[in-house]
């Protein structure tokens, strides 16, 4: 609740020390208890707790500690003015080294001050709340401005809390001291990796670069020893490394200006601050870095808010752009009355934020949070740490790391049966031997195709309006279980629109108007046309340029329904008429009146607001319908039947204002100016004819409905996490399918802020140690991760807390472990980014989005359209299914690769050299590899189940399997079958010496070798474009990788036939019947591919019969093998 301490000459002691009796600052002051002072002067150190945190837990309460740190000491260096400003206030000057009593009193008066300051830091959060919360608390805006002002030592002017004339301000002699208990008004910047530290970790660092790095440094030893003239190798190779390094690092330098972007919105022109010395007024224009709480600044339209400001007076139709901070485009009124006990800061109209901007009026404020105290300063705490790892980041080093074992083993296997071979080998053959064998197994080019392949799902995902900052993003989107969603702006249009004009048709109903195309400004008669001139003619609201509108959300949504029904022209007619006397809309009254003079003589009074307060001045009521609508005396069953109509619109999310009209007949030279209200309300807002109700919302945006039932039926849950009222939520939440129109809601549906209040954990995130807070949380969040479908009135850090409940606690399985939820988030303003960050995938608008949102997120919807997300889901789900399939195909041909090492050791001539295996890899598979990017869905790919990264790796068991245990073993087989067709290659067998024309066999040998090879990828290719489907009916319809397949065989050519590439690579030239014998492995693998796929086509037919004939509507949540043979 809000603080309401009494002033400060009868505030209770504000140190309470850590020894068996208190004292307090006065009697330091004062001289008194000497033992507790020379305590003081001796420990160095004074803890204390706030008073109004006494009932407070031990674990929760703030304990405050002066350590012998130098962030936390006193400074003794005081300017010369402002020290004999405190001795002529009965302060004491700043003390030199104590070296007597005198002096150590001294000390221990500067200890106690500052620790009295530190007092009133404390007194500005809600009683029992940490400072230290990751989330925002204050009582700044519910405490008395009395109070608040003693409490903090600051002081109003002559004038009150305008503070235009007069001694006010906090005292210029407590500035030192104050400053180095609360710090310079500037957020912390976080501390960051120099980037060419970060360029040489990218290359030269990670178990796969080590593996790469390793077999460079053993070719240039054997090139360096004369064992190897092979330089093409390690330079190729030392290439790539280096290129895949400098494109990750450029990538990740792009996605790094959040800081930058926050650091921005920090205010940098002077302040206008009012300080006192000696009771004399002092204007001056601070740096907003050196203000300080208690300090009383002056604000115009325009100025950035410098600090977290309560304020204290302000002209009326203040406006305040929160955008910055929200991202919500409508300027927000400020009004300094205080607001109740324990309503949230961030509703408060009497406060104002740090980075926000003042759109209009004047105001006088006091500062009472700076730098990281302040409410962005709390939302750059919480985005400060590291990003954590992507799920594709996670997966491809999990594969790296089960490449890099097999690496290994074939590598030590290769050295093992070199040592162990009874022909002895030079130790030189022995190492390139194990090298050879080693990075034969390494996929080169993998990284680079990652990256490539997921530049160029990006390219394709901008095309649907979905722009990708961070490459893996793509990945993980695919991957995706959850979306939650924001509502105002992403799942609504995000400005307030007028739908539905209800009238009395009889005493006993009201009719719905929803067409205002027949109504017109002219027609004197009917209902609805009575409604509309009447919602339009208003003072607030004008007409921009270019047809924008400026004023309050609700008339705008009145303005816009005339300008669509009547045309610019008679909307300016009606607004132009002359206001007689007004009766501005405030938060008091709740409503607001026009008297404007009648075409048929006379004047018309219209009264305009919530519909209790309008009907409240009613007695008589409209009813009927057109021309026939006649005055009928209101009664009490008719203000029941307008009472049931408005609470109806209030249940579809909609605001309702009640109109009322009356005709006067005032004198022409009656004196309208010197109407006071009291006058006004007695004589004008009498017998007042209701007209109707207007109902107003925020409504869904066209085709998000249709997006939300996509989701559902692509398994990924779409929950919608909102600032507005938990109503208005469900209301759009039903309208839009999140939760069902009909029926009651079970529990969990719904979490507002106030259940959320005592479930946040202490520390940054939910931890598992066993302790009553860590069950009570598990308990409560293990049941919302499942139910919750809406969370309304929450703050930045619960939306922060809503995605590490999900990671931890969602995604539950059969098994019954928690794997935790691949979470997307939306968000628009600065106060979105620690959720944007948090998430798997953050999600930024590109129109409304603040730049910090959009530096925070991953992706950025650049229509503002839910419906992107569901298109980004999709390509996610097909880049994801691609670069399985690429990576498959690259792995095809290493088992081909590492065995001539193995077989050369049994005697047989060297069939494929390092030089040749680097051709295949970087010449060829990899822009093969890359263009599967381009390749078409196989299936309906938003009709499965989202895959868990965890469950289901992109290169898992089966692709290993498919890779190296059954494509691999096949081309190995057709690559030995025609290495043996070279003629004479049978005499070479076993020797180690070799004539001219036996070098000439083995390389022959070795050409059909490496063309075979070519030749069983190609086939590789075409086979892994489909998981079941078969290539007579799917065909070739990827462009892009048949023009590479077609490159292959072209590289393939220059290679042999090339007289350069023949020296590089060790090839030589075939006859025209040995190229084409080896496209019989293309027909071979081309075969049994459709034979295995035929038989999985039956298997997948098979498993969806099964699932037909167990899944009965009425019985399958009883059925337990219905819901896991569903799961699996």
Known sequence: GSLSPPPLAQLPPPVRTSFAHETSAAAVMAGEFEETKASVAAEGSVSYVADHHKNVSVRKSRQLSMKDEPQRRVSKKYKEDEAQAQAAQG?????????????????????????????????????????????????????????????QNTKLGKDGPACREGSAGIEIAEATTLREVCGKNKITPPQKENIWVRLVKQIFTGIFNVLLWGTVLVEGALIYTGNSDDLVTPIILASVVVAAGLLQWWTELKAENLMDALSNMQASAPVPTIRRSKNERRELMLDAEDLLPGDIITLKAGDRVPADIRILWCTDGMEVDNAALTGESIP???????????????????LAFYGTTVV?????????????????????????????????????????????????????????????????HPIGYIIANAAGALFAQVPEGLIPTVTISLMIASQKMSLRNVLVRKLDAVETLGCVSVVCSDKTGTLTRGDMTLGDMVHFSSPTAMETVTDFSKTDPADKNTLPSKMLRGGIRNNATVIGKDNKFIGSPTEVAMMKAGLEAWGVKKVKDVMDNTTLYEIPFDSANKYMFIAEPYNEGGQLFSLKGAPERVAKFCKYAYVGQGGQAAIKLMTPEMQEVIAANAKTLM?????????????????ADFHWDSATADFAKENFLCDM???????????????????????????????????????????????????????????????????????????????????????????????????????????????????????????????????????????????????????????????????????????????DEFSSIVHGIEQGRLSSENLQKSIAYTLCSKVPQCMPNFMELLGIPLALNVSQVLAIDIGTDIWTAIAYAWQPKESALMERKPRH??????????????????????????????????????????????????????????????????????????????YHESLFKYLAPNGKLNICIGMEVIFAMLIIFEPTSQGIFMTTGLTAKQLLMPWMTFVAISCVEEIRKSFARKAVHAREVVLQNFFVREVAPQNPLTQRLLDA
């Open 91 to 151: 302060g004491v000057a700043p003390p030199k080294a104590p070296k007597d009593r005198k002096s150590q009193r001294s000390t221990s008066l500067v200890i106690a001050k500052a620790e009295d300051m530190r007092q009133r830091q404390i007194m500005l959060y809600e009683t029992g709340k940490d400072p230290d919360d990751r989330d925002y608390h204050t009582s700044a805006h519910s405490t008395d401005l009395k109070t608040l002002m003693e409490s």
């Open 332 to 350: 927000e009124p400020r009004d300094p009355a205080t607001c109740e006990e324990k309503s949230p800061p961030t509703h408060a109209r009497n």
């Open 360 to 424: 209009k009026g004047n105001a006088t404020a006091l500062v009472f949070f700076i730098g990281d105290k302040t409410f962005l300063g709390k939302i750059a705490a919480s985005i400060k740490s590291a990003r954590s790892k992507s799920t594709l980041e996670i997966q491809i080093e999990h594969f790296v790391h089960l490449i890099a074992v097999v690496a290994v083993v074939v590598g030590l296997a290769s050295l093992v049966a070199n040592l162990l071979d009874p022909k002895p």
């Open 651 to 667: 249940g579809q999310a909609k605001r309702v204002l009640g109109i009322a009209e009356r005709r006067a007949n005032y004198p």
């Open 689 to 863: 004819v209701f007209i109707g109700l207007f109902g107003i919302q925020d409504p869904p945006k066209p085709g998000v409905k249709q997006a939300v039932e996509d989701c559902h039926a692509a398994g990924v849950r779409v929950i919608m996490i909102t600032g507005d009222h938990p109503d208005t939520g469900v209301a759009i939440a039903k309208e839009i399918s999140i939760i069902p129109a009909h029926g009651e809601l079970p529990p969990f549906t719904v979490i507002t802020d106030k259940e959320l209040a005592d479930k946040v954990p202490s520390g940054e995130s939910f931890v598992d140690d066993g302790s009553d807070e860590a069950n009570k949380l598990e308990a409560f969040w293990t049941q919302v991760v499942v139910h919750a479908r809406v969370f309304a009135r929450v703050t930045p850090i619960h939306k922060q807390l809503i995605v590490q409940a999900l990671q931890k606690w969602g995604g539950k399985q059969a098994d019954g472990k928690c794997y935790g939820d691949i979470v997307a988030m939306t968000g628009d303003g600065v106060n979105d980014a620690p959720a944007l960050k948090q998430a798997n995938v953050g999600v930024a608008m590109g129109i409304r989005g603040t730049e910090v949102a959009k530096d925070a997120a991953d992706i950025i919807l650049l229509d």
């Open 949 to 1026: 990264p965890t469950l289901e790796k992109i290169v898992n068991g089966g692709v290993l399997v498919y890779a190296y245990a059954y494509m691999g073993l096949m081309q190995m087989v057709c690559c030995w079958y025609f290495y043996f067709q070279a003629p004479g290659i049978w005499n070479n067998l076993g020797k180690s010496e070799f004539t001219p024309e036996e070098a000439h066999t083995n390389k022959v040998a070795s050409t059909m070798y490496y063309y075979t090879l070519v030749v069983g990828q190609i086939a590789a290719a075409m086979a892994t474009t489909t």
